[in-house]
């Protein structure tokens, strides 16, 4: 037998940097797979996403409009709005959300959050099996990482395009219905888009700040570690 | 195997785990040396330490105390990019629990660490199915692993081992988990990759059936080698073996 020259490369080789990788297109196809596998379940982590970006996009989109109301300078416009409950003190240029709402959004966003990260937590402890299998195969601790945000930033981006349409149509047929036609003529559509991508970005965050930290401690795990942790 | 030079060495390895206020020394110095091309058998009763010591020479887990040599190149000096290349494409592994990744099909698995070592698309592809005719699986590419028998996962993970043609093979209790006539396939299909690739092949294994195709059995014992036996002296004290399988 020829001898094996294992390891003949000095530390500090580059050439062995380049040898081990997990090429982009592989890494998305592994993490589709994953999620397919695990159809049901992702439904329910994405419906959380969706109904914490939804909330969101309606609460800001629905002040938007009223904004695009009170700007119209349309007569009787104030006494409209006031009686749709938004708060207008003297001479305001714009309608912010009430103290109650905002409250309302923060509460709502913490406990998605907390669901959020309980299901990412749930995901990546459930295979720590695969994890240090993949270890033993060569994989790096990045690519693990990649995996697992990967697999959170399409249910991320699931959840953000659901929730923002969701949201944004909830907030316009409000509208609609609270100060009729008016709404969508005076709609201040650059806001609107801005709002929609606000909510859209949060959805995001919270999907990829849900995995990141239990991803993270399992790509640094050992090997044996991670494949005798689940039992 | 001609050339014979030392593929693993490993020197005055102890292992020690600590859990909250116990300490449990799984291994209390172990020296040994491996020759390429070698099939090694690491018996001895569950507990002995034969899983840590796996552990230890693949590079899954760091010793307490001690090191570990492959080709000479001592692991602990390894940064994370060589010890993962290490994994990737000097040693396969093989586990008594298969360790497929069960969302992926027996090709998929086969062709991952290739895809790791940097190979094609298609070269894997084309690898990975003349690796599962080898083991035995021709047409079960598509199947993922609960759709295979145990026997059939277990030559996933053998096909897989040899994703990058290893230099070691390394199984622990490769047929702890499976039938005895299966178990003797498996064993079966490493001696023919020992013989006919000079893999140099390491097992650790409480299964008699593989002491007929070892050429040298180390004996574990509470974290320590007991004794070490060539093929030799095993064929001489096969009755005693079968004794002590009695005992046991
Ligand atoms: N992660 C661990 N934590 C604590 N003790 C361990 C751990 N792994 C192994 N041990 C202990 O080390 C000893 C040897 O275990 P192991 O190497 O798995 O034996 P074998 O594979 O020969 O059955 C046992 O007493 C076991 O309980
Ligand atoms: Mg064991």
Redesign the interface.
Known sequence: MAKTDILDKKPGDAGIRKQIVLPFRKSLQISLQSLRVRFFRNCVTVMTLVLAVAFLAFVLISSDLATGILNSNMPGCRMMLSKAGFDLPEGATSVGSSAKDRWIVILSLLVCTVGIVNAQLMSVTERFREIGTMKCLGALDSFVLRLFLLEAAMQGLAGAILGGLLGGLGALLAGLLRFGLAAAMHMPLAQVLASLGLAALVGMALSLIGVFYPALVAARMQPVEAMRAEE | ???S?T?VRVSGVTKTFRMGRHEVQALRGVDLEIK??EYISIMGPSGSGKSTLF?MI?G???PTEGKVF??E?DIA??????L???????IG?I?QTF??????TALENVT??M????MS?DDAVEKGIELLKLVGLEGRHNHKPQELSGGQQQRVAVA?SL?NSP?IILADEPTGNLDLSTGAEIIELLRVLSAER?VTIITATHDYKMLNVSDRVIWIVDGRIDRIENRADLDIQVGEIKREEARA
Do not use: C
């Open positions: 195997m001609a050339s030079h593929i390429a091309g552990n693949g899954l887990d760091k492959i080709d190149v000096q390894l940064d994370a990019y060589e993962a290349w290490l994994r990737n494409r000097k592994y586990f360790n497929l990744i069960q969302v992926m991952l660490p895809t790791f070592g940097g698309q897989r994703a230099a000079g």
